[in-house]
């Protein structure tokens, strides 16, 4: 007798994977090689004769699936990519693993990231960052109810490459001169801590959960879940700072082990430009990355309602962020080169 719910499960794959191929250009490397078949065999075998107890073979069971599925239609470098990190304050019993359409789309983000050249960066440096945003806030209306209010605003942000000067943050006109923050945090990083990082997916994974899981762990009062905070961490990193090329390809792979991703075949950025999007749910919004459909460029993450609150209707936007231009400049005030959205003339530094 078939179980209803897994074929269901694995259609819906095979649908979303469908989907992604038709809309996504092939990937570059189509075809591994024999060397590379054998290493990510190894590991699987590996991996399935560590002993282990009853509940972690349930949660291995699922995962053998996504496997089978990802192994019939994508490269061995999505199979691999498959393996997770769970939360252990999770309220699901086992984890949702994300999906395969998901993984096969980060694998493939992973190894453009990967590609990108490497910009030298000297100490004396600073990283550039230009974004367009629409964000979204509650306020006491007149009849005392709380009624949502959209704002805009186009920002440029400066940061010392190794944050021991001064930078520069410009809002609509406006300049604020930022503190220097020496090297850092995972939550606010400068150039040289991403550098720094580990470019291993499970390792640097496992520093985002440590970093999450305090706050947002087991026992915390967070209704995020260390699994959602790894999530939006990761994505906050990739959209706010500009990223080393092994680092950031890096950061791509560990979020496809990080339970309940979803991929999107259209997701659209506040500077108005369309794409694909991977995205987790929680707590009535749907979180999710834009990526340029043909270059997979990231172009700016949006959080979107999925249930009616004060906030707005079921797909309303409440926050959205679109990547206009970064890079590496040599002062504060000088921006670097970046291609205009739709609709916007592109602009010169002051």
Do not use: C
């Not at 000297?122 to 109810?145: I, K, M, N, P, W």
């Not at 707590?283 to 172009?299: K, N, Q, S, Y």
Request: hydrophobic residues 40%; without cysteine; glycine residues 8%.
């Amino acid at each position: 007798m078939s179980n209803t719910r897994t074929d269901h499960s694995e259609w819906n794959e095979h649908s979303e994977r469908r989907e992604l191929a038709r809309l996504l250009p092939p990937p570059p490397h189509p075809e591994p090689s024999p060397s590379q078949l054998a290493a990510r065999r190894d590991v699987l075998l590996a991996e399935f004769g560590r002993p282990r107890s009853f509940s972690s073979l349930t949660a291995l069971t699922a995962r053998w699936r996504g496997l089978v599925v990802v192994a019939a239609v994508a490269t061995a470098a999505a199979v691999t990519a498959v393996t997770l990190t769970p939360d252990a304050s999770s309220t699901q019993d086992p984890p949702t693993p994300a999906t395969a359409a998901s993984v096969e789309l980060l694998d493939r983000i992973a190894k453009v990231a990967y590609g990108q050249p490497q910009v030298p960066a000297q100490d004396s440096q600073f990283t550039y960052l230009r974004t367009v945003a629409h964000t979204t806030t509650l306020s006491e209306a007149s009849d005392g109810a709380m009624a949502p209010t959209a704002t805009t605003a186009t920002t440029e942000r400066w940061t010392a490459v190794d944050g021991g000067r001064a930078g520069l943050q410009r809002r609509d006109g406006a300049e604020a001169r930022l503190p220097a923050v020496d090297r850092g945090s995972l939550n606010s990083p400068t150039y040289r801590l991403l550098s720094t990082l580990p470019t291993d997916p499970d390792a640097l994974l496992k520093l985002v959960y440590a970093d999450a899981r305090p706050n947002h762990g087991s026992g915390s009062a967070s209704t995020a879940g260390a699994d959602h905070e790894a999530f939006i961490a990761i994505g906050d990193i990739l959209r706010d700072s500009v990223v080393p090329p092994q680092v950031g390809s890096a950061l791509y792979r560990a979020a496809a082990r990080i339970p309940g991703v979803v991929a999107m075949d259209d997701a659209v950025d506040a500077a108005g430009r369309h794409g694909v999007a991977v995205a987790r749910v929680n707590d009535g919004r749907r979180f999710e990355w834009i990526f340029d459909r043909a270059t997979l460029r990231l172009l700016g993450t949006r959080t979107v309602l999925v249930r009616d609150s004060a906030w707005g209707k079921v797909g309303d936007d409440v926050e959205s962020t679109a990547v206009l231009a970064q890079g590496i400049v040599d002062a504060p005030g000088e921006a670097a080169p970046g291609k205009a959205a739709p609709g916007e003339a592109a602009e010169s530094s002051h």
